[in-house]
Structures are given as structure tokens and as C-alpha cells.
């Protein structure tokens, strides 16, 4: 499902079975059943006015926390040939802390001489460290940034997808609503983040695959 939906949203998400569940400061969320679970797929999508090289620097750069909804820890368990583990900890409001581990990498491809940015993530709890007393721990955590040139490359397409189970005693409605609210913010803290100078200082290598991959 997530490479058909990597190579979908190249077009009309509602294509494809997503269906608009909010707008925002530019962004307009949508949501669509996830198979054999009660918790919905989300995805945010919204422009960024920078190179999309740019926005996938400032993804990259993993420990950076301000401006995330809720975020309070984000750290790099280990870097490795295959990515990165990260932990983060998460506290919204009304429920427990949340937190949970990833394995984060890049999927970036070629297709047509033109190149898409992707960042992606896998629950990766069993890589992290044991549960804490009062914190719940999220089984799974899954999505990407996917960022596509607009305007000859001078702006990006950013796509955020997102699939969480929340864990603990949240219903499912509630926590599905809580995505809708919190997508924006999640792609305009990318957006503001993105338009620092550092993170124009250096193009990451062209990526050499010409597709995505599972």
C-alpha cells in the first residue's frame, strides 16, 4: 500500500480513496480507512517556497524540535547503514505521554529526470529503549515526507503521510481527530524550519534509484 500511495500522490489523492477531512493555513488534510484497523491513514499536503533538496535537509535534520505539536524528546538511539533510530516522546494534551522508536531513511528516486525527496519512517520499538513508568508506548508509528518540485523547482509539493496506532485507551475517533488538527502545524513547522540558511548550505547526493521501492 505504501509504495501505490508514494507513486499516487503524484496526482489527486482523492483518486484514490482519501477523502478531504480539513483545511488549514494552507494545508488540506485528508484521511481513508487503514486495512484490518480501526485508526485511519492521514495525509497532509501543502507548499513550501523552497527547493524541495531544501525541505529534505530540513527533515533530515531529525533533532530539531521546535515548532513540532506536543514533541518534548528526539534523539538519535543509532546511525547505521540502513538510517537512523530515533526516539521521541510525545505529550498531548488529555492523555498520557506517548513515545516510541523508528527507523528513519531516505527512498528518494529519479523518474523522468526529475528527482522526489522522500523521507521515511517504520515502528522500529524493539531497536529503542525498554517503557518507561507512565509513558505509553505507540506499537506502531509509520509515514514519509514526500517532496516534489512546483515552478521549475523553486517550491515544493510536500506530502506528509501518517499511520499510528496511539496505543493505551484512546478511541479511535479521538485519536482521528487529533490528526486532523495537528497535521498543519506538523507541515508548517517544516515549511518555517526549512527556510533557514543552513539547510540550503549543501544539496544531498542525487539519489541513483529510478523508483520506489517497497
Not at 488534510?29 to 523552497?50: C, K, M
Not at 527512498?107 to 523522468?112: C, D, L, M, V
Request: no cysteine; proline share 11%; glycine share 8%.
Amino acid at each position: 500500500m505504501l509504495v501505490l500511495a508514494l507513486l499516487v500522490l503524484a496526482g489527486n489523492p482523492l483518486d484514490e480513496g482519501w477523502e478531504v477531512v480539513g483545511r488549514r493555513d494552507g494545508v488540506v488534510v485528508y484521511q481513508r480507512p487503514h486495512p484490518n484497523s480501526p485508526h485511519p491513514e492521514s495525509l497532509a499536503v501543502g507548499t513550501i517556497d523552497v527547493p524541495p533538496w531544501v525541505a529534505k535537509n530540513a527533515v533530515d535534520d531529525v533533532e530539531v524540535m521546535d515548532g513540532m505539536p506536543y514533541l518534548e524528546e528526539a534523539k538519535v538511539l543509532k546511525r547505521d547503514e540502513r538510517g537512523l533510530v530515533i526516539y521521541n516522546r510525545v505529550s498531548p494534551p488529555v492523555v498520557a505521554d506517548r513515545d516510541y522508536s523508528i527507523r528513519f531513511f531516505d527512498q528518494s528516486y529519479t523518474a523522468g529526470g526529475v528527482t522526489i525527496w522522500i523521507a521515511r519512517w517504520r515502528t522500529a520499538n524493539d531497536e529503542g529503549p525498554p517503557k518507561r513508568s507512565g509513558v505509553v508506548r505507540v506499537p506502531v508509528n509509520e509515514g514519509y515526507w514526500r517532496f516534489e518540485p512546483l515552478d521549475g523547482g523553486t517550491r515544493t509539493r510536500a506530502s506528509y503521510w501518517v499511520y499510528t496506532a496511539p496505543g493505551g485507551a484512546v478511541p479511535a475517533q479521538f485519536a482521528s481527530i487529533g490528526s486532523t488538527t495537528l497535521l498543519p502545524d506538523v507541515v508548517n513547522a517544516i515549511a518555517a524550519r526549512a527556510k533557514r540558511p543552513q539547510y540550503r548550505a549543501k544539496m544531498p547526493p542525487a539519489p541513483t534509484r529510478l523508483a520506489p521501492v517497497p
